[in-house]
């Protein structure tokens, strides 16, 4: 049972998010002008020229891709590669047609783990929408179409056997990677200093270099490459020494509550000498910020702050650059046979968690869903008591802050704890750079005080947020 207090609470929480969902869809219709029409942004926001521009972009590049690598496709399949090659291009084509005239959006034909609830989705989305054919693409909720885009992607894979198991996205992380290299030796470098030392460091050290590590990783959440429509976005300068002067662009900070969370974990029957700690990563982009999500959690081990780490991946290529579990093997192999002395030791130490078991990669529907996260308990149970498990989550990148918010725009003021909506399977954090219209938890005035300094504040990536919340300790609160 709730305690009233609590019942109030969620109550209020429930309001503040309807108000939040309700103030889009009005807007919308202010900018639009036609009472029958409802669309979910408003044009020239940045979510409407994500859809109008980016996406088709991100799918001519997928077009083409595909088209470039005919001869491979031959060389594997022989004419039935080809074939292939042209019905995945021409369902693809159709789909970037469908996205320009603004028509509505269909149901899966392959039949997939996923595909009946996906097509529950969507007929969902018909019944709170009023009708079939205002569910398309301009005229939906801007998360779900832009996860329904990578979902249609994979579709005309799919249906097309020989090549369904083809990354479309692969080129551009593994050359992202390699861009990043000069960034990565330097990080290697680092962590080898660190490690001889390890074992002499006082807590307070410790925690310097915790913090160092995690706003490494913050910061590799820049690296994304659905931003820049799949162009170069990779690390070119120093992670540690770039630190200080981007102190400045962390909105908010809650890194002590994340080191609080390792040290005293909270698991019941557990005391703080003989707690085993597991962190689960749930990870963003491949490139940069993999690495540094792989050094943060080596440091993590190494240090004994943690003694497990879970690692959530994609099922299938996901917004350009997400991780799946083939570039996250391929990139520890990567680092195991780098040219560079620290470098290739550090793979050899991330190989060796693996096969210990320290570290863990996992995969869930889930996570490749228009979802947000506070529908998991109901629609992914396995994948939530999963969660509950750790002692501690961090969730990476944009993407994951949106799910985490139910990307409403949310009153800036408005607590992290209120916009997670009951979300809580364990003591979380989100690591953050600002590229979409969602941001809470920011001071009085702070919202519009950077909306002044800066217009672009909350989808350059310049912007970062450290966010944490423990559902446990605020009920008891
Ligand atoms: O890789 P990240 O940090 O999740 O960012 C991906 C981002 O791409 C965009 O969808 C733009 O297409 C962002 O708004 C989105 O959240
Ligand atoms: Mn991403």
New binding site residues.
């Given amino acids: 049972m709730l305690s009233s207090p609590l019942r109030l609470a969620r109550c209020i929480s429930s309001l503040a998010y309807w108000c939040a969902h309700l103030l889009v869809l009005e807007r919308a219709h202010e900018r639009v002008g036609g009472a029958s029409m409802v669309v979910s942004f408003p044009r020239r926001s940045?979510?409407y020229l994500?859809v109008r521009d980016?996406?088709p972009t991100?799918l001519t590049r997928v077009i083409d891709t595909i088209h470039r690598n005919k001869n491979k496709f031959f060389e594997e399949y022989g004419e039935e590669g080809i074939q292939a090659e042209k019905q995945t291009i021409s369902l693809l084509s159709k789909m970037r047609n469908e996205l320009l005239t603004d028509k509505p959006l269909l149901e899966l034909t392959d039949s997939l783990q996923d595909t009946e609830s996906w097509n529950q989705y969507l007929q969902r989305q018909q019944k709170q929408q009023g009708d079939q054919d205002s569910v398309s693409w301009f005229k939906s909720p801007w998360l779900y179409v832009?996860c329904y885009m990578y979902r249609r992607v994979q579709e005309a894979l799919w249906l097309n056997p020989p090549i369904s198991d083809y990354d479309v996205f692969n080129e551009g992380k593994t050359q992202s990677f390699f861009e990043s290299q000069q960034a990565m030796m330097t990080l290697c470098t680092y962590v080898e200093g660190l490690n001889k030392n390890m074992e002499g460091l006082s807590k307070n050290q410790l925690l310097e270099h915790f913090n160092k590590l995690l706003q490494v990783s913050l910061w590799g959440?820049k690296c994304?490459?659905?931003?820049s429509?799949g162009q170069d976005n990779s690390q070119k300068t120093s992670p540690i020494d770039s630190l200080d002067s981007l102190q400045p662009f962390i909105l908010v900070n809650d890194s002590n509550r994340v080191w609080s969370a390792l040290i005293s974990p909270q698991r019941p029957g557990q005391s703080k000498e003989t707690a085993l700690v597991r962190v689960d990563i749930v990870l963003?982009?491949s490139g940069f910020?993999l690495f540094t999500d792989l050094v943060l959690a080596d440091f993590l081990v190494s240090s004994r702050l943690a003694h497990e780490i879970h690692f959530h991946g994609k099922s299938f290529p996901w917004?350009?650059?997400?991780v799946t579990a083939n570039d996250f093997q391929w990139t520890i192999r990567q680092t195991t046979a780098a040219n560079h002395k620290w470098m290739s030791k550090s793979g050899v130490q991330w190989m060796s968690h693996l096969k210990d078991g320290a570290w863990s990669y996992h995969d869930h529907p889930f996570w490749t869903q228009p979802h947000e996260f506070c529908d998991m308990e109901a629609d992914a149970p396995d994948l939530y008591a999963t969660l509950q498990g750790a002692d501690l989550v961090l969730f990476?990148?944009?993407?994951?802050?949106?799910k985490l918010t139910g990307d409403r725009e949310w009153d800036h003021t408005a607590s992290f704890h209120t916009a997670l909506r009951g979300f809580g399977p364990a003591p979380l954090c989100s690591l953050?750079?600002l590229?979409?219209n969602v941001q809470v938890g920011l001071q009085p005035g702070q919202g519009e005080r950077l909306g002044s300094q800066d217009p672009e504040w909350m989808?350059s990536?310049k912007y970062a947020v450290v966010q944490f919340d423990n559902a446990k300790s605020e009920q008891k609160d």
């Fill in positions: 940045f979510a994500t980016r996406m991100i832009e959440n994304d490459l659905s931003i429509a963003d982009n910020e917004f350009v650059s997400d990476k990148g944009d993407l994951n802050y949106r953050r750079t590229k979409a989808t990536g």
